[in-house]
């Protein structure tokens, strides 16, 4: 199994820096060849998303109940680029409305647990909110975000190990 984590830029409105995000699909915001008939983020022969280990989901939404901490369950898209600014923002908007959060690892680690069949999720906390000052406030929060990760997956690999 595998437990991605780290950081992420906060699309969903209730969140805020340090508040935790839970995948329960990946896919790429960047990737575009909607010409050959894929939909917006996939790639030939792949599926659209990389849907997350329920069994994987359930743990993490239970140490988070545990730690009383806010979080949001959903989609989190990956690219090749950090957001900071209304283009970039506006177009992940547009094509993936649904979306909670936004980095740049965990879709191409979904991608490979899906290649090869092993469960994952993606837990990851909230350094900034992907906008105009993305770029101020992640370097003055990552630390939060990072203590609050490391949180998290203390917590949730005490739980898978002990059930």
Same mark, same amino acid.
């Given at each position: 199994?595998? #437990? &991605?984590?780290g950081s992420?830029g906060g699309?969903?409105?209730?969140?805020?820096?340090?508040?935790?995000? +839970?995948?329960? !699909? %990946?896919?790429?915001?960047?990737?575009?060849?909607?010409?050959?008939g894929?939909e917006?983020?996939?790639?030939?022969?792949?599926?659209?998303?990389?849907?997350?280990?329920?069994k994987?989901?359930?743990?993490?939404?239970a140490?988070i109940?545990?730690?009383?901490?806010n979080?949001?369950?959903?989609?989190?898209?990956?690219g090749?680029?950090? #957001? &900071?600014?209304?283009?970039?923002?506006?177009?992940?908007?547009?094509?993936?409305?649904?979306?909670i959060? +936004?980095?740049? !690892? %965990?879709?191409?680690?979904?991608?490979?647990c899906?290649?090869?069949?092993?469960?994952?999720?993606?837990?990851r906390?909230?350094?900034?909110?992907?906008?105009?000052?993305?770029?101020?406030?992640?370097?003055e929060?990552?630390?939060?975000?990072?203590?609050?990760?490391?949180?998290?997956?203390?917590?949730?690999?005490?739980?898978?190990?002990?059930?």
């Open positions: 199994m595998i #437990i &991605n984590t992420a699309l969903a409105p209730t969140l805020k820096v340090g508040d935790i995000v +839970v995948s329960d !699909e %990946a896919r790429y915001h960047d990737a575009d060849v909607t010409a050959f894929y917006y983020g996939q790639l030939p022969g792949c599926p659209a998303g990389f849907k997350a280990d329920d994987l989901i359930a743990a993490a939404e140490c109940a545990e730690l009383n901490l979080a949001v369950r959903g989609l989190i898209v990956s090749d680029a950090f #957001i &900071n600014g209304s283009v970039g923002l506006a177009k992940i908007r547009h094509n993936f409305p649904q979306a959060a +936004v980095e740049m !690892e %965990a879709t191409a680690i979904a991608h490979v899906h290649n090869f069949n092993v469960p994952f999720v993606v837990v906390a909230i350094s900034d909110v992907a906008d105009q000052q993305s770029h101020l406030s992640f370097d929060f990552l630390a939060v975000a990072a203590k609050q990760s490391s949180l998290m997956v203390e917590s949730l690999v005490q739980k898978l190990a002990h059930g």
